[in-house]
């Protein structure tokens, strides 16, 4: 049980700002989301993770709803190498990877 | 430089031969972990370590084993490998179980024949 749901596959254009979104409806009150990318068959890579403010660091920015029972992951500006999966997960004991979406930078 | 380190990358072996793949981290972490990956699957949890001589299962222990003697190193047992322990495993590290951010690996290919 992955406790978030992320659409299967985006499509984004090279150059234009990706926004992947995220639903955890379930999520508890201490526990943070978290995002990360994994390019081909590398280890997966940290992205950004907040609790309830929204949050932004070199890579990207994240956008966490008031009520926390959604977020969206935004690359503001897409290149060919943001093209991975990118997973969304809540944490509690122990992280949970589910499928993440597929996102394709087009050129 | 910051990492985690793991080995062998690529193995190939056979069924009953034991084996172990070591991981080991530079930044002093307490938290530990080993994941396996298959197609359609995403990634699984195995094992994780809070610290030293502290382990526990994750979702998929099945079949493997994990000791913590020391806080940088946390290597993967499989006693008796089978040809469904065939898979990408990667290690990861933390500062904590909560709050912070993991570090993975580059991946043990792993094929059991």
């Known amino acids: 049980d992955a406790k978030t749901t992320q659409p299967p596959s985006m499509d984004c254009a090279e150059g234009r700002a990706a926004n992947l979104p995220c639903n955890h409806s379930t999520i508890s009150g201490n526990e943070y989301v978290y995002w990360y990318r994994q390019i081909h068959s590398q280890g997966p890579q940290y992205i950004i993770h907040?609790?309830?403010n929204n949050e932004t660091n070199e890579m990207a920015s994240l956008i966490i709803t008031e009520d926390r029972k959604s977020s969206t992951l935004i690359l503001p500006h897409a290149t060919l190498r943001d093209t991975a999966v990118y997973y969304c997960?809540?944490?509690?004991?122990?992280?949970?990877f589910g499928k993440g979406t597929r996102l394709h930078i087009l050129p | 430089e910051a990492q985690v380190t793991q080995n062998p990358r690529y193995l190939i072996t056979v069924t009953g031969k034991k084996l172990t793949v070591t991981c080991s981290q530079n930044?002093?972490?307490?938290?530990m972990s080993w994941y396996r990956q298959d197609p359609g699957l995403g990634l699984r949890q195995i094992y994780y370590s809070m610290n030293v001589e502290v382990t526990d299962k994750g979702d998929v222990p099945e079949g493997y084993k994990v000791s913590r003697k020391e806080k940088r190193n946390f290597p993967l047992i499989l006693e008796s490998p089978s040809p469904n322990q065939t898979s990408l495993y990667f290690c990861?590290?933390?500062?904590?179980?909560?709050?912070?951010?993991?570090?993975f690996g580059p991946g043990t290919r792993l094929t059991v024949t």
């Open positions: 990861a590290s933390s500062t904590a179980w909560t709050g912070y951010e993991q570090y």
């Open positions: 907040g609790l309830k």
């Open positions: 997960i809540v944490r509690e004991d122990k992280i949970i």
């Open positions: 930044m002093n972490h307490e938290y």
